[in-house]
Nanobody, 116 residues
Framework: QVQLVESGGGLVHPGGSLRLSCAASGSIFSTDAMGWYRQAPGKQRELLARITSGGNPNYSDSVKGRFTISKDNAKNTVYLQMNSLKPEDTAVYYC??????????WGQGTQVTVSS
């Protein structure tokens, strides 16, 4: 079993920055990949960024160049640095852990609101 706890969400002005954290605990394997998703009201959950077990990141076009995913293996924590935030980035942000065979675990989500 895996537990994922996100933190770092909040209210930020357009153009501002936030850093989200996701602490993983339980049965963590070196082959696990970690990712960040978001879901805005009335929209489907969207993959934003994923980082492989080897530390290779990849991003969706909607956040490439603005968001950076990173991880600290010693702390079993993955981060999402979000810069140049826009009102359309407003959503609940979720952390995921993906097993090598494709099963996903999810955190409870953290709200990010971008508004003036």
């Amino acid at each position: 079993q895996v537990q994922l706890v996100e933190s770092g969400g909040g209210l930020v002005h357009p153009g501002g920055s936030l850093r989200l954290s996701c602490a993983a605990s339980g049965s963590i394997f070196s082959t696990d990949a970690m990712g960040w998703y978001r879901q805005a009201p009335g929209k489907q959950r969207e993959l934003l960024a994923r980082i492989t077990s080897g530390g290779n990141p990849n991003y969706s076009d909607s956040v490439k160049g603005r968001f950076t995913i990173s991880k600290d293996n010693a702390k079993n924590t993955v981060y999402l640095q979000m810069n140049s935030l826009k009102p359309e980035d407003t959503a609940v942000y979720y952390c995921s852990l993906r097993r090598i065979y494709g099963f996903d675990y999810w955190g409870q989500g953290t709200q990010v609101t971008v508004s003036s």
